[in-house]
């Protein structure tokens, strides 16, 4: 059987020396998670850059616990950016293909606030100056995502990038039921066997928080019995879409700005 092929560093976790490795079991708003923390030894070892990968496990839990676990995850790794200090998210992914639109669909929930952060209204709310951008893929315009977000990046010098893109697992368990954020970035492309430029701090010049979910499993790295590539999806695809863009964008829009209600969020995200 060939090597796992996975964006998951969860899944690699328990093959690691402990030396190279730290794993705990945590609970985030009744949520269960997976928290993992890789050195440079143990990143090379699974190829993985080091840092700290939290997976929460989503199945069969309730839409707003599970935002409200991923908003606590979100807050944790953006420390110690200030409140005030401005943030952008981008959506990666083809929004055209729906096991890649994650991106895409979750930042139509995300309301752009740095336009507004000279008005009074946005100082009396103590709202955070918030950037959203989607990137589309090279194909439809000709640009890594990574040199894309560093054009913008260095012209709005925000504090943290969010960056929210469909995955790849190789555990058909985590298909579609697993929420995984982490402050090494991402290199998009990179569980389906694809080449893209990283999106880290060296090439952003912010810390990136990368938040996705996987949407796919290469069948190629489970069984020997398929003798060509061949990705799978859930069948219920378009479902698992829509729910966990708006699970990510209810995490986002709370860490980012918890001081707005849920009514004034979805106001302003028109």
Not at 6 to 24: I, R, W
Not at 107 to 134: M, N, S, Y
Not at 143 to 171: H, Q, R, Y
């Amino acid at each position: 059987m060939k090597r796992k092929r996975s964006d998951l560093a969860v899944e690699f976790a328990a093959d690691l020396d402990e030396n190279d490795v730290k794993l705990t079991e945590v609970v985030y708003e009744g949520i269960k998670a997976t928290d993992v923390t890789l050195g440079s030894k143990g990143g090379k070892l699974i190829g993985k850059p080091k840092g700290r990968y939290i997976t929460l496990h989503c199945e069969n839990e309730d839409k707003i616990r599970l935002g409200c676990a991923l908003a606590h995850c979100i807050k944790e790794l953006l420390q110690p950016s200030m409140s005030w200090e401005k943030v952008m998210v981008a959506g990666l992914g083809n929004e055209r293909v729906t096991p890649d639109s994650l991106g895409a669909r979750t930042v139509r929930h995300i309301p752009a606030t740095a336009h507004l952060a000279a008005t009074d209204e946005f100082k009396e709310l103590g709202l955070r100056p918030v950037v959203v951008i989607e990137t589309g893929v090279m194909g439809q315009t000709g640009l890594e995502s990574a040199d894309c977000l560093n054009f913008v990046a260095k012209n709005v010098l925000p504090a943290a990038v969010i960056a929210i893109d469909s995955l790849a697992c190789g555990d058909f368990s985590r298909l579609g039921s697993t929420i995984q954020i982490t402050d090494s970035g991402i290199a998009p492309g990179s569980g389906v066997g694809g080449s893209r430029r990283p999106l880290n701090r060296e090439v952003i010049g912010s810390k990136v928080i990368a938040v996705g979910v996987p949407t796919v499993i290469d069948l190629d790295s489970v069984t020997d019995k398929v003798n060509y590539p061949m990705m799978v999806t859930p069948r219920d695809i378009d479902g698992v879409i829509s729910r966990f863009s708006e699970i990510i964008a209810m995490g986002v829009n709370s860490a980012l700005n918890p001081t707005l209600t849920k009514e004034e969020i979805e106001m302003l995200s028109f």
